[in-house]
Structures are given as C-alpha cells and as structure tokens.
C-alpha cells in the first residue's frame, strides 16, 4: 500500500516538508508548525504518514530537472460549500480527484503515470481552475514554480490521508463522500494522464486545415469557459451582467471578420452579431434598447477587455487568452496579475534572529532564458515595501506594476498573510546569535592572559577561579575583543548578552589590593565557566601572582 502511494506522490528526493499539528479551541481552523527537512523522505515518513504516527509528510512535487508528476489546485475557503466544484469537474470531465485539505479546504489533484514538464502541469491547471470559476478563488496552483537551484526546494504541498483510517484528509468520490485509499488507487488509475497533449492544443493553436463550426472555437477563454460551465448561457447571477456583454462586443470587435465566415453571423454587423447573442446565451436577455442606450451609447469608445472584473477573473485562463489570435497580450496577462498571485512563498531560516528567504527568477546574461536566485531578507525588510522591493531590485529581479503600486498598508497585510503560511527551516547551532556570542566570548578568553588570582584583574587579565570554576573578567576587556574582531555592538547591548547568555552576575565596587598595598575598587562580570570550550592548555597555563592578596575581598 504504501509502495502505491508513494509512487502516486513522489516529487524531489533531496528535502520534505512536516506539520505538527497544534490544537486551538478558539478558531476552526486547523493549526500548527510547518518546517523543511533537507533530507531524503524515507519509506519509514511515507508510512508513519499514513499511519498517523508523528508529524504529517509534506512532499515538493517540483525535481530538479524541472518536472512533477502531480499539480494542485489549493482553494482555501472556509465554510465553503465544496459539492458544486466536483459536480462541475465531472460535468466537465475534467480528469481532476478533489481532497478534503488539513484545514477543510480543498486540494484539486491532476496525476501523470510519469513524471512532466513543470510547465506544462502548471499551464493545464491554470486551464482547468479557469473552467471551474475557480480562477480567482485559488490560493496557489503546485507546482508552484517550474524551476529550482541545487540550494532550493521549491513549494511542497502537505499530502492527504495522514493517519489514513481516521483522518480527515480524504479523497471525495462522485457522490462526495470520503473515498478510503484503496477506493482512492481505483480513481487514481482511473484518472491519471500518460500525456498532456490534448489540453495543451485546446484553444491554444489550430490545425492549418481546421475549419470552425461555431463562434466557440473563436471564443476567448473566459467567455467560452463560463458558457461551458453554465449550459450554455450566462447566468443571471454572473454580476454585472452589462459587463460581461461589453466583454463580449470587445472581442467580437476584435473577430468580426472571423464570425463573418460562420453561417450564423454571415454578412451581419458587430452590433447585430452581439445582439444575437444576447438573445441566444444570456440566461435573461438585455434587448436592444438596454443594449443600444448602455454597450452602443458611443460609437468611438475605445473599447477593452474587462478581464479585472469580479465575474469574468474567475474563468479567466491568460496563458490561452495570449496564444487566441483576439485574446490579450502576454504583457496585459502578467498585468492581470493580482499582486497575491505574483509573490512566491516565505521560508524562515530558524537563525537567531531569524532570516527569511524566497526564491525568484532572474534574467539570465541578457537571454531569453531565467535562473531561480535566493534573496534573504531580515525581519524588518520583509514587512517594508521600499525595503522589500530594492532588495529585489538589486538581487535583478524586478517586481511587477501590481506589487509597486500597492499602498505601503496593504502590502504589509499580504506579507503578514504569507507569513502565517510561511515554510520553517531548521538552522544548524551555529546560526544562532546567542551560540556566537558564547564562541565570541571563548575565543576572548583564549586570546587573554588567563590568571587565578584575582589581583590579574587590575592588569587586564581573565581570572579562572579554581575551586568554584567561574570566570571573571572586566567589561571593558572584552569590548576591545570585539572591537579588535570588527564585530559592531553597542555597550547595552553587550551588557544584556553578558547577562542573559552567559548568565553573568557584575560585581560592582569589589575592593582589591594592589601591588603597592593600596584597596583599588574593580568592578568585573562573574560566570560559570564552560570547561568544554575551555582547552586544556588553558587551564594548565593560568598564572599565579607573586604576592598573594592580603584580605581578600571587600565588598562597599
């Protein structure tokens, strides 16, 4: 069984995602800690997946030479009635199996036998989110990018049937019930492509002897996908129902010579050829005068496709509306971009404090051609547009109309709202700033005369006290290591460290006689020592003083 569902799900074998659920009773949402391990998930994860045991498997669909052998399309709707969406894949025969997702969404699956250009995967699934109405409902489509460096990871999706018995990540059968995984492997089988082919070709490019039927096979995508949706017509409920029909006279300005050709519009005007479908595909018709006094008020209006417009975004599909030879321009369609849709993912390294990081593409040495690059950003730049955005800019990777225009407000609530999705990574001890600090403060005590009696102190020396094991030394010694080693840090900040990190306690005031008898106050840090990090030539070679103390010390 678990071979089966691996070899349903496998994507790159060089890193994996976990969650660990945490449980709320305030939201209904399903909450909880996601991270990246960059190792190969092994048979063991795949199976305590299924099983339930432990964290829940996150796989990347993406490989590294670029290709996947499953894409998603995440809807993330909560309190959304979900039934419709499968009903309309089946109508549609879309070869599409929906999951109930971790937080009650849904997760649309299309699976190949073998792995597919990332391209191509992303492309149909664009098409098919654009033939549900879904296109402006998706939270993302997988794979989420179609490339990645050795250093990256790309995007991974968390896989459904954790804890397969009882768990609530199912696949949903025609009827929508929860389908068990073997009742899952039958529609896999039934489902899964050998090839792409033939939703590449659809409406995209035409055989030279193809001959047109009807004004459908001239139709730009949104307009044909809501047709095909809604049985032919467009529905009373589409919003803005004059919209949709300027829309329409938009293209059929764009294809009158076409529809000419057709029998059902032979020799007709653009006026009259709009009029007859008014009154054939809208659910409730205009009429001509509604039609003559709002779509034909202006006969030199400049008339544009309204792709922006609530009802006709969610069955726009850009990438096929470029390739129509009456559809937009590959430049409008990266403008129809929303500024969510334009930004990746956020990855947060767990360095103390924490970096974050994502993944863009860059143009490579003038070509026509891109490489993914890293861009790491600190926590204040992340949440700061001009911040943000020439960071980008000198990484060359130049951010698109609809992100710059974005007032610094709502920026700030995307990028809130990517973090909360954001990927955790694990960091190794040493990206820890505290873990640094220590090495910093160790390596202080290596470069100093190291001494047993307190006496050293007056003279700059690190003093090691034998029967406690503590170290004490001055404050002002160890500002000049750092500034000696060009690490900046200012004296608060010093202070807190000495105090919080290492635990120190500051002996203010502590009387100490000198060689020349006289009391001197000292003030010095005292901490326990780490006889680990301290080597054993060291503690071998402290120095003794000549002349021995006098009474100790005094505190004032």
């Not at 996908?225 to 059929?252: A, M, Q, S």
């Not at 009154?279 to 792709?307: Q, V």
């Not at 994502?358 to 003038?366: M, P």
């Not at 698109?400 to 990574?425: D, G, S």
Request: proline fraction near 4%.
């Amino acid at each position: 069984m678990v071979e089966k569902f691996i070899e349903i799900f496998e994507g790159l074998d060089r890193a994996y995602g976990q969650f660990k659920k945490q449980h709320s009773r305030i939201t209904n949402k399903v909450e909880g800690k996601s991270w990246i391990e960059r190792k190969k998930p092994t048979k063991d994860l795949w199976q305590n997946h299924l099983s339930g045991i432990g964290e829940a498997l996150g796989i990347f669909p993406l490989r590294d030479d670029g290709t996947c052998k499953w894409g998603a399309i995440d809807v993330d709707l909560y309190q959304h009635d979900y039934e419709p969406i499968l009903k309309q894949i089946h109508k549609l025969k879309l070869p599409l199996i929906m999951f109930r997702s971790k937080s009650g969404g849904a997760h649309i699956y299309l699976f190949m036998k073998k792995f597919t250009d990332a391209v191509e995967v992303r492309a149909v699934m664009q098409k098919f989110a654009a033939k549900l109405g879904l296109a402006d409902k998706l939270d993302r489509i997988y794979p989420l990018q179609t490339s990645i460096t050795k250093d990256d990871t790309g995007s991974y999706l968390n896989l459904p049937y954790h804890n397969h018995d009882e768990g609530s990540r199912y696949a949903y059968k025609e009827d929508f019930d929860s389908a068990t995984l073997e009742e899952f492997f039958v529609m896999y089988d039934k489902y899964a492509q050998d090839d792409l082919g033939e939703y590449l070709i659809e409406d995209v490019k035409k055989p030279k002897n193809f001959k047109p039927k009807s004004f459908k096979d001239f139709l730009v995508p949104c307009i044909k996908n809501c047709l095909e949706k809604n049985n032919n017509k467009i529905p009373l409920d589409v919003g803005g129902r004059n919209n949709f029909l300027l829309h329409t006279y938009t293209w059929v300005l764009k294809a009158h010579k076409k529809l000419n050709e057709l029998d059902e519009f032979k020799n007709l005007s653009t006026e009259q050829i709009l009029l007859k479908i008014d009154a054939n595909y809208m659910e409730k018709p205009l009429g001509e005068n509604e039609i003559t006094k709002t779509i034909f008020k202006s006969k030199e209006k400049n008339y544009k496709y309204l792709c922006k417009h609530p009802p006709i975004k969610k069955y726009c599909d850009s990438i096929t509306c470029t390739q129509n030879p009456f559809g937009i321009t590959p430049d409008q369609a990266i403008q129809l971009k929303t500024a969510k849709e334009s930004f990746g993912v956020i990855t947060e390294y767990g360095a103390n404090p924490p970096l974050y990081y994502e993944s863009v593409d860059v143009k490579d040495d003038g070509e026509n051609k891109f490489k993914r690059v890293r861009v790491i950003f600190n926590g204040d730049e992340i949440i700061n547009k001009q911040k943000y955005v020439d960071k980008m800019s000198r990484k060359g990777h130049f951010l698109p109309l609809t992100i710059l225009n974005l007032p610094a407000k709502e920026f700030v609530k995307i990028q809130y709202a990517r973090l909360e999705k954001r990927n955790f990574e694990r960091a190794p001890e040493e990206a820890d700033e505290d873990t640094t600090f220590i090495e910093h403060f160790y390596n202080f005590v290596k470069l100093s005369t190291v001494a047993i009696d307190k006496i050293r102190l007056l003279e700059g020396a690190v003093v090691f006290d034998e029967e406690s094991k503590n170290i004490k030394f001055k404050f002002t010694q160890l500002q000049k290591y750092f500034e000696t080693q060009h690490v900046k840090i200012t004296p608060g900040n010093l202070a807190f460290k000495i105090k919080h990190i290492l635990k120190a306690e500051k002996k203010d005031g502590a009387r100490i006689k000198n060689r020349e008898g006289k009391r001197v106050s000292c003030n010095y840090w005292e901490c326990s020592a780490d006889l680990n990090r301290m080597t054993k030539p060291q503690l071998k070679n402290v120095t003794p003083v000549t002349q021995q103390i006098v009474g100790g010390d005094e505190e004032d």
